[in-house]
T-cell receptor
Framework: NAGVMQNPRHLVRRRGQEARLRCSPM?????VYWYRQLPEEGLKFMVY????????ESGMPKERFSAEFPKEGPSILRIQQVVRGDSAAYFC??????????????FGPGTRLTVL | KQEVTQIPAALSVPEGENLVLNCSFT??????LQWFRQDPGKGLTSLLL?????REQTSGRLNASLDKSSGRSTLYIAASQPGDSATYLC????????????FGQGTTLQVKP
């Protein structure tokens, strides 16, 4: 998982500010997943993206959260007007391709967001 | 809706013991099941991946089994070491083609020297 890069590793925001979390997948991977780990909870799926496409956003909160994966550059998870309940670890995972049962997702080190 | 449960939530054992971590899932229509390790403040490392057609996978001191019909998987760790101390997460890739993983809440293992 050393190949998946996330930054920043730690992010502190005040309520009402915006948070931008970046994820660079492993070289050659064009699929990215975002997961959120709330304190004392397991990881929950948020969104699945291919380059320039959102494939599945069934785990995304309806408001304030958005994600993109442009043709060039990292995937971005954006949280507008953060609230204390957004404090969590956000993990990105990259995947070589879809549809293969033997493929594993490679996880980044995560971004730990703290909302004051 | 797929739900994944892991028991126990925490486990403390002396070094050298063999131990078993349990994972259960409610929908048997899965593509595969994975066991991950998570160290404090770190990301996830994949330990073992069992395809839906397989019954077990082994890697070193780790052995994972899968019983799809009963919705259960176990992770067996032989001759535990202090370096095995971590949180172990079970995740299933469900029947959707998107490949998203559904995680259990994890078992936090402490191996005492």
């Amino acid at each position: 998982n050393a190949g998946v890069m996330q930054n920043p590793r730690h992010l502190v925001r005040r309520r009402g500010q915006e948070a931008r979390l970046r994820c660079s997948p492993m070289k050659g991977h064009s699929h990215v997943y975002w997961y959120r780990q709330l304190p004392e909870e397991g990881l929950k799926f948020m969104v699945y993206l291919q380059k320039e496409n959102i494939i599945d956003e069934s785990g995304m909160p309806k408001e304030r959260f958005s994600a993109e994966f442009p043709k060039e550059g990292p995937s971005i998870l954006r949280i507008q007007q953060v609230v204390r309940g957004d404090s969590a670890a956000y993990f990105c995972a990259s995947f070589p391709r879809s549809g293969e049962s033997t493929d594993t997702q490679y996880f980044g080190p995560g971004t730990r967001l703290t909302v004051l | 809706k797929q739900e994944v449960t892991q028991i126990p939530a925490a486990l403390s054992v002396p070094e050298g013991e063999n131990l078993v971590l349990n994972c259960s899932f409610t929908d048997s229509a899965i593509y595969n099941l994975q066991w991950f390790r998570q160290d404090p403040g770190k990301g996830l490392t994949s330990l073992l991946l069992i395809q839906s057609s397989q019954r077990e996978q082994t890697s070193g001191r780790l052995n994972a089994s899968l019983d799809k019909s009963s919705g259960r998987s176990t992770l067996y760790i032989a001759a535990s070491q202090p370096g095995d101390s971590a949180t172990y997460l079970c995740a299933v890739r469900g029947s959707s083609n998107t490949g998203k993983l559904i995680f259990g809440q994890g078992t936090t293992l402490q191996v005492k020297p």
